[in-house]
């Protein structure tokens, strides 16, 4: 049986996260702790994602709790929304593996859990898939990037260029052109053009 530390379950509670299975992964932000006894959580991940399709398979998850030191490239490797077709560790080094043999993220995060799926809810764009923890370690003590840390502190700034065009409010992605196609999407976190802004 590994380790559980329940005082790590805290950071689970707001923030973003690298949720990873088999060699998946995506940033999500809804993740939560349901019950004490057992330990569950609840994971809500958009259909539309390899991630969810790799959770429904293989019944087991591993989550990394983003820290105020992830850098901007950690954020647009995992993406807001996984593309497919794509070994998200294949080239990635900050990584390790936990007891229930998933990767896991060591850098920039200050803690993991594994899970392990016992119920799934179809609620339309998303499965909810509830989970029981098997493992949950604090890796550290730095603060969850929470939403509002990252827009304010690690997505980049939009240099003068960007001026007058448009920007992506996500990510930072500055699109060249003048006028945005409807059907744009975002070449770094593959949201929508509804999501951009005029700089
Ligand atoms: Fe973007």
Not at 54 to 76: G, H, M, Q, R, Y
Not at 105 to 134: P, Q, R
């Amino acid at each position: 049986m590994a380790e559980i530390n329940k005082n790590s379950l805290f950071k689970i509670s707001y923030g973003l996260f690298v949720l990873s299975s088999e060699n998946s992964a995506c940033i999500i932000n809804t993740a939560m702790q349901i019950t004490d006894t057992p330990l569950t959580i609840s994971v809500a991940v958009n259909k539309n994602n390899a991630t969810h399709d790799a959770v429904k398979k293989c019944k087991k998850l591993n989550i990394s709790v983003l820290s105020e030191k992830a850098t901007f490239d950690l954020f647009k490797h995992f993406g807001f929304q996984s593309s497919r077709d794509v070994d998200k560790f294949a080239e990635f080094d900050g990584k390790a593996v936990s007891e229930n043999e998933l990767y896991y993220i060591t850098k920039g995060t200050n803690a993991f859990y594994s899970a392990n799926v016992i119920n799934e809810i179809d609620c339309g764009t998303h499965t909810l898939f509830i989970a029981e923890i098997t493992e949950a370690l604090e890796l550290e003590s730095t603060p969850s990037a929470t939403y509002d840390y990252y827009h304010k502190n690690i997505k980049p700034k939009p240099d003068q260029k960007a001026q007058g065009k448009w920007v992506c409010k996500i990510c930072g992605y500055v699109y060249e052109g003048d006028e945005l196609p409807a059907d744009f999407i975002c070449p770094w976190c593959q949201h929508p053009a509804s999501d951009f802004e005029k700089a």
